[in-house]
Structure formats: C-alpha cells, structure tokens
C-alpha cells in the first residue's frame, strides 16, 4: 500500500513539474516588459495577481528603479490596515511593512487594492533607457496599481489620516509598460495623488455629463469630491446644480462645520449624513431638495450609500459607481425592487493619456486645493481616538457581533478579525480542529457580509462520491447521462450564485476536481455537465479544513495555485483548551438555550464550572454543547453540580480516546503501534491520576497496582 501511494506521489509530481514547464515556456514568449520574470509563486502568475514577487534592487535591461517618496493608498485599503490595527499608528505601520515583507510588494490580501506611489528616477536599465521619455533624476508619479509592482519599504516616517496617504523611503521597480507622469510645478504632490486615484473616473464624468442639469455626489472625502464637482463644471461651466453628501464618519481632520463652509465655495448644496442609514439620509436630503438628481456618483464604499444612490436619482437618470467595492450589484437589485429604470455604470477603467486631463484639471483649482491642504494641516485633531470613538459607534449601532458569544481575549481579537474580514468581498480559509466552530464564523461572516441577503450553501466535500462530484458541483444538463433527471439540475455553484458557498473538509477533493474548481474561481463561470454554453456566476467561496490546507499542499495532496486562489485570508480558530474563559460563558448559553427548549430551570453551581473549565475538551464546542445537552437532561435536580458533570465525562472518556486516535491517523499511510498505545497510556493515567488526585485511588480506577502505576508514570515522566 505504501509503495502505490509512493508512486501515485512521484507520478503527481511529475506531472506537476511538467505542467509548470509548460506554462513557463508559454509565458516566456511574451515580452517581459511589465514584469513577468519578477513573479515568485504562484508560478504562471503576473505580477497583479501573484501571492508574492520579487523586489531585489537590482534591475534588468527592461526595469527602472525609483527612490520612493510619498505613497498614497486607495481609500478602503487604507481605512482595512487602519481598522485592523486599531488605528494605533506603530500597528498601522508593522502591518503594512509585514504586507511588503511577505510578498514583495504592497498588496492589501482583504481588499485586493493598494494605490499608486511617486518618487525620483535613480537607475535606468538599458532598454527601458532608450524607450523611456524620462531620465534619471526625474520626479515621477507611477499610474501603476503597487499590487503589480515590487516594492521594498526601509521606513515609514509619517501617516497622513486626511489624503490616505505614508511618507516613505525605500525603492520601487518600474516596468517598460509601467505607466508613469511627471507632475509640473505649482500644483502640490498631496492632493495630485488623491486626484491621480481617481484619473479615469474623472475623465468618464467629464464625457458622461453633458446631458444633464442636477447632479450628485456621495464624496468618500472632500477633496475627491471637489475633484469631481471640477470635472462637471470643466465640462458644463456653472450651467448645472450640484450636490454633495459625505458621511459624518469619514470627513477627515477638519469640523462638519468647516467642511460645509469649504463646499459652499462649490456646490450649491452640502450634507453631512450618515450614509449607513439611507433612508434617513435620504429624507433629510429631500426635504431640502426641489427634485431628484439626473446624474448621481457614488464614490463612497459604505454599505448604504448604494441605496441612497438610486434613491436619489431619478427613474431613467444616469447611476455611476467609482469601484466594485461600493455595492453596484445591490443597487441594481434594488432599483429593480423600487421599479425604478436606472442607468448604471461602474467605472475605473484604465484609459490612455488620462494624467493629461487630471493635470488640467488640477492646475485650475490648485490655488483652492493650496489652501485645503495647509487648512488640512492646521486643523490636525486626534484623528486616532476620534476615528476609534466612530468605529465603536458604528459597531454598537449595527450589532454586528450576532449570537457569537465568548468571554476570552482571544476570541475576542478573533471575531474583530472577522468582522473585518467579513466587510471585503474575498476567499476565506477556516482552519482548526473538529468543533471549534467554524460553521459559527461562516455565520459571522455571512450575515455581516454584502452577500447576506442572497444564498449561503455549505457543502461537506468529504460525503461527495467521486464520480458524482463533478456534476454536483456544476450541475448537469437534461439527459447528460444515464440516470440524470428530465429537467436537468443546479450545481452547487450555480445554487450559490450572489452569495457564499462553503466547502468544508475542502481538502478531501480529489486533484481533478480541484483543478475544475481553480478554473472556475479563475473565469468566474463553468459549463454543466453535457452543457455547451457557459455558465457566468459571482460567489465568493469560504473553505474549512481540519488539517491545515499548506500541509496539504506540501504532501502533494492539494493544489499550490488553488491554494494561493483561496488563501486571500486564513482564519485559524484556536480550539477550547486555548481560549478557557469562553467555556463558562458557553456551558452557561448552552444551559439557558436548553432549558428553554425543555421548559426546565436548572443552574450550573461553581463547583460545576470549576469541573467544565479544568477539563481539555478534545472535541471542543461542539462536545461541551453536547455535555451540557446530555446534563440537562439526565440530572433531575435543580442545580447540577461538579459530581454531574464528573458523571457525564466519565461516560466519555473511551470515545475521548477514540477521537485522539482517529486524530493522530489523519494523514498517514502507516501507524505506529506502540507510540499509538504508550499515548493513550498517558492520557488514561493522566486523567486517573488529575480525577483522583492520589495514586492509590487512580490504580484503584484502573485496575492496576500501585507499584505499576507508579514505573508507567516514571516511565512517561508524568
């Protein structure tokens, strides 16, 4: 048996090694002139979507590297390291530099974004010399995304809260195709580089908007607003009527008060709102206004904003969003619930000579912009502890830790993570033993997700036949095959269109399968079993596994490159041994929860939780929801107490054995007898001995001498 699996192995291998060389002989046939060599894994990867590249300083023929001066960061990849980090600052800055350490350029995992950075030319490699239009010693300002260019940081020296933006030194590598300006004197690098953010968006608006009268903008801050309120006047003059709103938590620096007066000097209206309540927004804005707006930009990436948007438009008006990240499908969704004919476009498509329209535009407010950021400056408040008084607000306001209750430190860094995570749209890896709860996080996520009001399936991938896999994954036409249904039917995926679909035990898939499954979540669409035509779907996919997929990966028994597609995140769930304080807040949930059910009323004593929190629980939540379940019902007194519980374990403690067990062969190919049998040894006489407390009584309990009790515990070194 070992020898087959020893040659399925060196046959997967091989065909492994083949398929990379393959694709790397493919690869290289293009010209690498935007930065194809520099890819590290996964292998067959370009740089925008690989896990991690390389930022040695040395450069080729076709690369320029640039001394770093001032990186600014797109508005929700700025805000995620800010809220992860609590919005203390040194946290802030440990994160990033890890971010760049990991994988060689700066490449947020959670929102899949980064920005854009500036600096000055300092080596020029030979090709890149003579196409390039540049020259050594010139200020640039890269238009390229850092998640497609290595980077390396030696320190950040300043944060600026208001334009999102780090003061830096360190050094970038530019390719040939690498899109890049210089920037004239007189206008300021700050607020450029806000702008340049929002390039192509704003020339789309100058093209879009002249066939309008009233317009809205839902600013994520004041600057890009006002950037766009340039664009529409560049293109209509003072011939329209425009609106701003901004949300009251993301204003920046600067008074409510202050920030109205600066609008007033653009727009003819300005509201200061809470954007996550859009109907109250919404009110408040129609209250005031004459009519609805031909044109709305909704620039803002908070969950409500989307519904504000179609609110305030009219039917047949034009709806533009600034990026993915701020609901576009929700508000299609909704405007189809309101009746309402909109029409809605998503912007941020890179577009050529754009920089030359966005300097334009900025030279003729850049006397306005001057003296926004100087104000910007002198009105510098404690961003830091404002920001975290909003943020707790926020979350108080919307309740967003749900049912999940824990008592830990731990686990209480551990759900503000995956709240967090649960606001950006990408792949999840759950990790931890059997029971700890990671259904319960899927959970988490889900119903603080954009996705929660569309379909959550959650599949077991190891009850999933091999030969039927395929089509319960993809679903299959009418009459495909022998035995398939009249009507045809839905895969998982296709089930799962718009919201999550959740692989557990992710790992048991065969590699065929997780080849078809790559594919799919690389092209976002499939073709049903006998289908001819594909299938477009939009999911976001969360795994679990008891064993860690990256062991997996190494033993050959799990794709590399499907892996680095799932690993955007890696939750890991610490099991109950590790997080002891959530056990009597648990047990006492479990008790109430049951009680109830049972029409009963019964009490844990103290000697009772002493007993729960003490033991180990190998089978964790899972198997102390079922102690208390099985407590419930067995003890007829009022208050159950430690001799209860004691009872209960007791009944347990062979199929405790036999969990450990089953745990320690996961995996393996071979066992080893007499390790297998000196570890259950150990826990039987350390549970004797922890119960009793004396080794007389624990060889009593085991049948045993005493003397022989006491050469096993010598022997074991208990």
């Given at each position: 048996?070992?020898n087959k699996?020893?040659?399925?192995?060196?046959?997967?291998?091989?065909?492994k090694?083949?398929?990379i060389?393959t694709e790397?002989?493919?690869?290289?046939?293009?010209?690498?002139?935007f930065g194809l060599?520099?890819v590290?894994?996964p292998?067959?990867?370009?740089?925008?979507?690989?896990?991690k590249?390389d930022?040695?300083r040395?450069?080729?023929?076709?690369e320029c590297r640039?001394?770093?001066?001032?990186i600014?960061?797109?508005?929700d990849c700025?805000?995620?390291?800010c809220r992860?980090?609590?919005?203390?600052?040194?946290?802030?800055i440990?994160?990033?530099?890890d971010v760049?350490n990991?994988?060689?350029?700066l490449?947020?995992?959670f929102?899949n974004?980064?920005?854009?950075?500036?600096g000055i030319?300092?080596?020029?490699?030979?090709k890149?010399?003579?196409?390039?239009?540049?020259?050594?010693?010139d200020e640039?300002?890269?238009?390229t995304?850092?998640?497609?260019i290595?980077?390396?940081?030696?320190k950040?020296?300043?944060?600026?809260?208001?334009?999102?933006?780090l003061?830096?030194?360190?050094?970038?590598?530019?390719?040939?195709?690498?899109?890049?300006?210089t920037?004239?004197p007189?206008?300021?690098?700050?607020?450029?580089?806000?702008?340049?953010?929002?390039?192509a968006?704003?020339?789309?608006?100058?093209?879009?908007c002249r066939?309008?009268?009233?317009?809205?903008?839902?600013g994520?801050?004041?600057i890009?607003?006002?950037?766009?309120?340039?664009?529409?006047?560049?293109?209509?003059?003072?011939?329209?009527?425009?609106?701003v709103i901004?949300?009251?938590d993301?204003?920046?620096?600067?008074?409510?008060?202050?920030v109205k007066e600066?609008?007033?000097?653009w727009?003819?209206?300005?509201?200061?709102l809470?954007?996550t309540?859009?109907?109250?927004?919404a009110?408040?804005?129609?209250?005031?206004?004459e009519?609805?707006y031909?044109?709305?930009?909704?620039?803002?990436?908070?969950l409500g904003?989307?519904?504000?948007s179609?609110i305030?438009?009219r039917?047949?008006?034009?709806?533009y969003f600034?990026s993915l990240?701020?609901?576009?499908?929700?508000?299609?969704?909704?405007?189809?619930?309101?009746?309402?004919?909109l029409?809605?476009?998503?912007?941020?498509?890179?577009?050529?000579?754009?920089?030359t329209f966005?300097?334009?535009?900025?030279?003729?407010?850049?006397q306005?912009?001057?003296?926004l950021?100087?104000?910007?400056q002198?009105?510098a408040?404690?961003?830091?502890?404002?920001?975290?008084?909003?943020?707790s607000?926020?979350?108080?306001?919307?309740g967003?830790?749900?049912?999940?209750?824990?008592g830990?430190?731990?686990t209480?860094?551990?759900?503000?993570?995956?709240?967090?995570?649960?606001?950006y749209?990408?792949?999840?890896?759950?990790?931890?033993?059997?029971?700890?709860g990671?259904?319960?996080?899927?959970?988490?996520?889900y119903k603080?997700?954009?996705?929660?009001?569309?379909?959550?399936?959650?599949?077991?991938?190891?009850?999933i036949?091999?030969?039927?896999a395929?089509?319960e994954?993809?679903?299959y036409?009418?009459?495909s095959?022998t035995?398939?249904?009249t009507?045809?039917k839905?895969g998982y995926?296709?089930?799962?269109?718009?919201?999550?679909?959740?692989?557990?035990?992710?790992?048991a898939?065969?590699l065929?399968?997780?080849?078809?499954l790559?594919?799919?979540?690389?092209e976002?669409?499939?073709?049903k079993v006998?289908?001819?035509?594909?299938?477009?779907?939009n999911?976001?996919?969360?795994?679990a596994?008891?064993?860690p997929?990256?062991?997996?990966v190494?033993?050959?028994?799990f794709?590399?490159?499907?892996?680095?597609r799932?690993?955007?995140?890696?939750i890991t769930?610490?099991p109950?041994?590790?997080?002891?304080?959530d056990?009597?807040?648990?047990?006492?949930t479990?008790?109430?929860?049951y009680c109830?059910?049972?029409g009963?009323?019964?009490?844990l004593?103290?000697?009772?939780?002493?007993r729960l929190?003490?033991?180990?629980w190998?089978g964790?939540?899972?198997?102390?929801?079922?102690?208390?379940?099985?407590?419930?019902?067995?003890?007829?007194?009022?208050?159950?107490t430690g001799?209860?519980?004691?009872?209960?374990?007791?009944e347990?403690?062979?199929?405790d054995l036999v969990i450990?067990?089953?745990?320690s062969?996961?995996?393996?190919?071979?066992l080893?007898?007499?390790?297998i049998?000196?570890?259950q040894?150990?826990?039987?006489i350390?549970?004797?001995?922890?119960k009793?407390?004396s080794?007389?009584?624990?060889?009593?309990?085991l049948?045993?001498?005493?003397?022989?009790?006491?050469?096993?515990?010598?022997?074991?070194?208990?």
């Amino acid at each position: 048996m070992y020898n087959k699996h020893k040659v399925k192995r060196q046959k997967y291998v091989a065909a492994k090694k083949q398929t990379i060389e393959t694709e790397e002989k493919h690869m290289a046939k293009l010209k690498d002139t935007f930065g194809l060599s520099r890819v590290i894994e996964p292998k067959a990867s370009v740089p925008v979507t690989a896990w991690k590249i390389d930022n040695n300083r040395e450069i080729k023929p076709e690369e320029c590297r640039v001394s770093l001066k001032l990186i600014h960061l797109e508005r929700d990849c700025f805000q995620q390291f800010c809220r992860d980090s609590g919005f203390d600052e040194a946290k802030i800055i440990a994160k990033i530099l890890d971010v760049i350490n990991r994988r060689g350029k700066l490449h947020n995992p959670f929102t899949n974004t980064a920005g854009q950075f500036s600096g000055i030319i300092e080596e020029m490699g030979s090709k890149y010399a003579k196409r390039s239009p540049y020259k050594v010693g010139d200020e640039i300002v890269s238009l390229t995304t850092m998640t497609a260019i290595p980077l390396h940081i030696d320190k950040i020296h300043k944060i600026d809260y208001n334009f999102d933006e780090l003061i830096v030194t360190g050094y970038g590598i530019l390719f040939m195709d690498s899109p890049l300006t210089t920037i004239p004197p007189g206008i300021q690098l700050d607020y450029t580089m806000v702008a340049f953010d929002e390039a192509a968006n704003l020339k789309a608006i100058y093209d879009a908007c002249r066939g309008g009268k009233r317009f809205l903008i839902i600013g994520k801050d004041l600057i890009t607003s006002i950037a766009y309120v340039s664009s529409i006047k560049k293109a209509l003059g003072d011939n329209c009527y425009i609106t701003v709103i901004l949300d009251e938590d993301e204003i920046g620096t600067l008074p409510p008060k202050l920030v109205k007066e600066e609008l007033a000097h653009w727009v003819n209206s300005s509201y200061i709102l809470n954007v996550t309540q859009p109907i109250n927004a919404a009110e408040t804005v129609l209250i005031e206004e004459e009519d609805l707006y031909d044109l709305t930009i909704n620039c803002e990436d908070l969950l409500g904003s989307e519904v504000l948007s179609v609110i305030l438009t009219r039917r047949k008006g034009q709806l533009y969003f600034t990026s993915l990240m701020n609901s576009y499908t929700q508000s299609n969704l909704f405007s189809e619930s309101m009746n309402k004919e909109l029409e809605t476009h998503l912007l941020g498509q890179f577009v050529e000579g754009v920089e030359t329209f966005t300097i334009e535009l900025l030279i003729s407010i850049s006397q306005d912009l001057d003296r926004l950021s100087k104000l910007y400056q002198s009105q510098a408040l404690a961003f830091g502890q404002a920001k975290k008084k909003a943020i707790s607000l926020n979350m108080e306001k919307t309740g967003k830790a749900d049912d999940f209750v824990f008592g830990s430190p731990t686990t209480e860094a551990l759900v503000n993570d995956v709240l967090n995570i649960a606001d950006y749209d990408c792949n999840v890896i759950l990790q931890g033993e059997t029971g700890v709860g990671k259904e319960k996080i899927l959970e988490l996520i889900y119903k603080n997700s954009v996705r929660k009001i569309k379909p959550c399936v959650k599949i077991n991938c190891a009850t999933i036949q091999e030969n039927l896999a395929e089509s319960e994954f993809f679903g299959y036409e009418a009459g495909s095959f022998t035995g398939a249904q009249t009507t045809g039917k839905k895969g998982y995926f296709e089930l799962a269109n718009g919201g999550i679909l959740f692989l557990d035990e992710v790992g048991a898939l065969s590699l065929n399968l997780q080849s078809k499954l790559l594919r799919v979540l690389q092209e976002n669409q499939f073709y049903k079993v006998g289908g001819t035509a594909p299938i477009d779907i939009n999911v976001r996919v969360i795994c679990a596994n008891n064993i860690p997929l990256r062991l997996l990966v190494e033993q050959g028994k799990f794709r590399e490159d499907l892996y680095y597609r799932l690993n955007i995140c890696t939750i890991t769930i610490p099991p109950l041994r590790d997080r002891r304080e959530d056990i009597a807040v648990l047990a006492t949930t479990f008790l109430e929860n049951y009680c109830k059910r049972y029409g009963t009323d019964k009490e844990l004593d103290p000697t009772a939780l002493t007993r729960l929190v003490g033991y180990d629980w190998p089978g964790n939540v899972r198997e102390l929801e079922n102690l208390i379940h099985r407590t419930v019902i067995g003890v007829k007194g009022h208050i159950i107490t430690g001799g209860d519980i004691e009872s209960v374990l007791n009944e347990s403690i062979y199929e405790d054995l036999v969990i450990n067990l089953k745990r320690s062969m996961r995996g393996t190919t071979s066992l080893d007898f007499n390790k297998i049998i000196e570890q259950q040894e150990i826990q039987l006489i350390e549970y004797a001995l922890k119960k009793f407390g004396s080794t007389r009584k624990a060889a009593e309990f085991l049948n045993m001498t005493q003397p022989q009790l006491m050469r096993k515990k010598q022997k074991y070194h208990i």
